[in-house]
């Protein structure tokens, strides 16, 4: 499980979560994609699905109910969830033989806390102003703390990196221009210590085209 932040909202950590799943269904094994922004989740739009699709896991067929794109599962916490029951779907997912992303929510509340904790790494995502990078950095040191290490550092919307001081600790940082730049996903997912591989499935039920 990956949690995908970066600290501040607005630098890319939904379209990089699901930029990674889609380079990670072509190219390994059937990822899974969960909103964890209780307050204002944007899984969906970004994903081209309608938001009453992205539920918690159902107690039967966990995956009956949930949308996939590009061949991508995506969930969701259910409409007027709680923190509690986000840390039970968390759970769920850590027990998968699967790869899973998490899309953190902004800031360092708790609901950020427990997705690193479920996590066993993390990608920071970043742009290169002053106010992100510095963001940036509280968030990989959160995320050290709660044993999800940086495993890379993403800057988005960036033909290249830009030459910016970064921490000695950081992994080294990759840019990824745009949304729809396919291969520069799959080098970055394949640098992630995950086993990836393409799934046979396809997309199937509230889907539509991912156009990353």
């Given at each position: 499980?990956?949690?995908?932040?970066?600290?501040?909202?607005?630098?890319?950590?939904?379209?990089?979560?699901?930029?990674?799943?889609?380079?990670?269904?072509?190219?390994?094994?059937?990822?899974?994609?969960?909103?964890?922004?209780?307050?204002?989740?944007?899984?969906?739009?970004?994903?081209?699905?309608?938001?009453?699709?992205?539920?918690?896991?159902?107690?039967?067929?966990?995956?009956?109910?949930?949308?996939?794109?590009?061949?991508?599962?995506?969930?969701?916490?259910?409409?007027?969830?709680?923190?509690?029951?986000?840390?039970?779907?968390?759970?769920?997912?850590?027990?998968?033989?699967?790869?899973?992303?998490?899309?953190?929510?902004?800031?360092?509340?708790?609901?950020?806390?427990?997705?690193?904790?479920?996590?066993?790494?993390?990608?920071?995502?970043?742009?290169?102003?002053?106010?992100?990078?510095?963001?940036?950095?509280?968030?990989?040191v959160l995320a050290r703390r709660l044993d999800a290490p940086p495993r890379r550092v993403v800057f988005n919307e960036a033909s290249a990196v830009p030459a910016v001081d970064v921490p000695a600790?950081?992994?080294?940082?990759?840019?990824?221009?745009?949304?729809?730049?396919?291969?520069?996903?799959?080098?970055?997912?394949?640098?992630?210590?995950?086993?990836?591989?393409?799934?046979?499935?396809?997309?199937?039920?509230?889907?539509?085209?991912?156009?990353?």
């Amino acid at each position: 499980m990956l949690a995908v932040t970066g600290g501040k909202g607005g630098v890319g950590k939904t379209t990089t979560a699901m930029g990674l799943a889609v380079a990670a269904a072509r190219d390994g094994r059937e990822p899974v994609v969960v909103d964890a922004d209780l307050d204002l989740p944007d899984l969906a739009a970004v994903a081209g699905v309608e938001r009453r699709c992205l539920t918690g896991l159902a107690d039967g067929d966990p995956f009956a109910t949930a949308p996939q794109v590009a061949g991508v599962t995506l969930v969701g916490a259910s409409p007027g969830a709680d923190v509690d029951a986000l840390a039970g779907l968390l759970d769920r997912l850590a027990a998968l033989d699967r790869p899973v992303v998490v899309d953190c929510p902004a800031g360092a509340g708790r609901t950020h806390g427990l997705a690193l904790r479920a996590a066993t790494g993390s990608v920071l995502v970043t742009r290169a102003t002053r106010q992100a990078l510095a963001d940036a950095v509280k968030a990989g040191v959160l995320a050290r703390r709660l044993d999800a290490p940086p495993r890379r550092v993403v800057f988005n919307e960036a033909s290249a990196v830009p030459a910016v001081d970064v921490p000695a600790e950081w992994p080294t940082p990759v840019a990824v221009p745009t949304v729809d730049d396919r291969p520069r996903w799959r080098a970055v997912a394949r640098g992630l210590d995950a086993p990836w591989r393409t799934p046979d499935s396809e997309a199937t039920g509230c889907s539509r085209t991912f156009s990353g």
